[in-house]
C-alpha cells in the first residue's frame, strides 16, 4: 500500500498569485498560511462561524503523524503502530504530518494566523501508521482500531491495486458502528480507483485544480463521489529538512473531504455516516460543463466540496446509507448507520444497484414456518421425479432414432449433445473479450477481479437532482 502524494519541500518555490517564498530553507509561517489557496477558495471564516469540528476524532491512517510540529502540538490524542516501531508519532515520511495539519492544524504564533491551518482544527486526531510488523499494509487492523477509539471519520490518503481480503469486513464494522471512511481515488489518472477508496462503503475522492478543474493525474471510476483540491496544496511536515510541503494529488483532496466530514459531524452529531455524505454531495458545487449532466461523474463524483454549504444549507438528512455504497463485509451489530430497511439516495433498497452503488446479490429469506417447509420439499419431490422421467424418454427415443452413437454427436461423443468445445466449433458463441482490449492488462493479474470490475457505467442518474448544488 502506498501513500497517495507527490510532495516538495515549501521552500523558495512560486505558488500562487505570484506569490515567492524567500529563498531560505524554511519559509516564513505567514507566507505559508498565505499559500493555502484552498482554505481561501473555502471562505474558513464563514465556514469556522458555523464549525471548526469540535468534539470530533478524525484517524489518519497514514505514514504517522509528527505532533510535535508548531501547527499540530496537542492536536494528536492517541496513536497506534501495528508495526511495533513507533512510527505512528515518530514518522520517518512527512505525508501523514501533512495530511494531519490539513486537516486540523492550529497555525501557530499570535493567534494562531502563522504556519498552516486546517480546514477543521477544532477536531483531534488519531495518527495510525499503516503497516504491520512484516511491511505490509494494515488497513482492516487499522479501521477497527480507528472505530474502537473514538474515530468519527477515518481519512485513508494511501493507496494501492490490490484489495486488502480484509478490509470489506472493517469497512462494514466502521459502518456499523458509525464511522465515515474517505479516501484518496488515486494519482495515475486512469480507471480504475485505487483500493481502499475503490471498496464498498468508503466515500472515494478526485482531486481538482486552482481553476475548479479536475486535476490530470487524478483516477477515476463511478466509486467518485466527490473532488476537492488537491493541486498546490500546503501542509506541515519537514520536507527536505524544512518544516512545510507542497504537493499535489488526491491525497490532500481526501484530507480536505475527511475535514469538512469532520465540521459536519460536529454540527449535526446526530447524522449517520451516510448522512452526513449526503449533506456533503448535496452541496458540492457542480461545475459549468457537468451542469445539466447525469451525476455522479467519473471524476467529479457529484462535485466539489463546499463545507460553508454542507453545514448551512437546508438538506434532508435522507437515508441513513446516503450515497455510500453498502459495504460488501459483515460487520457486528453495532448502532451504526445500517438499519434494517435502510433505503438508497434512490430509495432502492442495500444491496440494489444505484448511483455511487456496486450492485449486490439479493438478501434471499427462509421461512421457519413447518407447513411451508414441508410443501416445499413435496414439490421439490415431484419436480426431480418428472425431471427424471423427462430424461429417460428423450434418451429412449434418440437411442431408436440413432442419434447419441459415439462419433454422431454434434459435439463430440457425448450421447446428449452436451458441447466439449476444447476449441468452441462455428457458431458457438464466442468467448468474451477483455474489457479494455486496448489497455494494458489490469492491475489484478491473474486473480479474480474484485465485486464491480469492470466499473459501472460512468455516469449515473442524480437522485438528488441539480438542488443545493449552486454555482459560486
Known amino acids: 500500500m502506498t501513500l497517495s502524494r507527490t510532495m516538495r519541500a515549501l521552500g523558495a518555490t512560486a505558488l500562487a498569485g505570484g506569490l515567492l517564498l524567500t529563498a531560505t530553507p524554511v519559509a516564513n509561517a505567514d ?19 458555523v464549525s471548526k469540528g469540535d468534539g470530533v476524532k478524525v484517524a489518519v491512517i497514514d505514514s504517522g503523524v509528527d505532533g510535535s510540529h508548531q501547527d499540530l502540538t496537542g492536536q494528536v490524542v492517541d496513536s497506534y503502530d501495528p508495526s511495533g516501531t513507533g512510527l505512528a508519532t515518530h514518522p520517518t515520511d512527512d505525508h501523514g504530518t501533512n495530511m494531519a495539519s490539513m486537516i486540523a492544524g492550529h497555525g501557530h504564533g499570535s493567534g494562531g494566523t502563522e504556519g498552516v491551518i486546517g480546514l477543521a482544527p477544532g ?33 485513508m490518503s494511501i493507496g494501492g491495486t490490490i484489495a486488502d481480503p480484509n478490509t470489506d469486513d472493517a469497512v462494514a464494522y466502521a459502518a456499523a458502528h458509525d464511522v465515515l471512511i474517505v479516501a484518496s481515488a488515486g ?27 479536475i486535476w490530470a493525474k487524478s483516477n477515476y471510476g463511478p466509486e467518485v463521489l466527490l473532488a476537492a483540491p488537491g493541486v498546490d496544496v500546503v501542509g506541515a511536515g519537514a520536507c527536505d529538512g524544512g518544516q512545510y510541503c507542497i504537493g499535489q494529488g488526491t491525497s490532500g483532496a481526501s484530507a480536505y473531504v475527511s475535514a469538512a466530514a469532520a465540521l459536519v459531524r460536529s454540527k449535526f452529531p446526530t447524522l449517520t455516516a451516510g448522512q452526513v455524505a449526503n449533506r456533503l454531495v448535496k452541496s458540492a458545487y457542480v ?22 454549504e454542507a453545514l448551512t444549507q437546508d438538506i434532508p438528512a435522507g437515508s441513513a446509507q446516503g450515497p455510500l455504497a453498502k459495504p460488501a463485509g459483515d460487520g457486528d451489530s453495532g448502532s451504526g448507520s445500517q438499519t434494517s430497511g435502510a433505503t438508497s439516495p434512490d430509495n432502492k433498497t442495500p444491496g440494489t444497484a444505484g448511483p455511487g452503488s456496486i450492485a449486490q446479490p439479493p438478501v434471499m429469506k427462509s421461512s421457519s414456518d ?8 413435496a414439490a421439490l419431490g415431484v419436480v426431480l421425479l418428472v425431471a427424471v422421467i423427462a430424461v429417460i424418454v428423450v434418451v429412449s427415443r434418440r437411442r431408436k432414432s440413432g442419434q447419441g452413437q459415439p462419433g454422431q454427436a454434434p ?18 458463441p464466442q468467448q ?3 474489457p479494455y482490449p486496448n489497455q494494458p492488462q489490469p492491475p489484478y493479474g491473474n486473480q479474480v477481479p474484485p465485486p464491480g470490475y469492470p466499473p459501472q457505467q460512468p455516469y449515473q442518474d442524480n437522485p438528488y437532482g441539480q438542488g443545493g448544488n449552486q454555482q459560486r
Do not use: C, M
Open 432 to 434: 468474451a473479450q477483455p
Open 31 to 49: 507566507q505559508v498560511r498565505d499559500a493555502q489557496w484552498a482554505n481561501q477558495e473555502f471562505d474558513l471564516q464563514k465556514v469556522w462561524s
Open 123 to 155: 477536531a483531534k486526531l488519531l495518527s495510525i501508521y499503516k503497516g504491520n510488523a512484516r511491511g505490509n499494509s494494515a488497513d482492516a487492523e487499522d479501521i477497527r482500531w480507528a472505530v474502537d477509539h473514538g474515530a468519527k471519520v477515518i481519512n
Open 187 to 213: 494519482n495515475s489518472g486512469v480507471t480504475p480507483v485505487e483500493y481502499p477508496a475503490k471498496t464498498p462503503g468508503i466515500l472515494a475522492v478526485g482531486a481538482t485544480d486552482k481553476n475548479r478543474g
Open 370 to 377: 413447518k407447513n411451508s417447509t414441508v410443501l416445499y420439499a
Open 287 to 308: 461545475p459549468p460543463s457537468l451542469q445539466g449532466a447525469k451525476l455522479p461523474d467519473p471524476h467529479f463524483g457529484y462535485g466539489i466540496v463546499r463545507p460553508y
Open 411 to 428: 459435439y463430440g461423443a457425448s450421447p446428449y449433445g452436451a458441447p466439449q468445445h476444447y476449441g468452441a466449433p462455428s457458431g458457438w
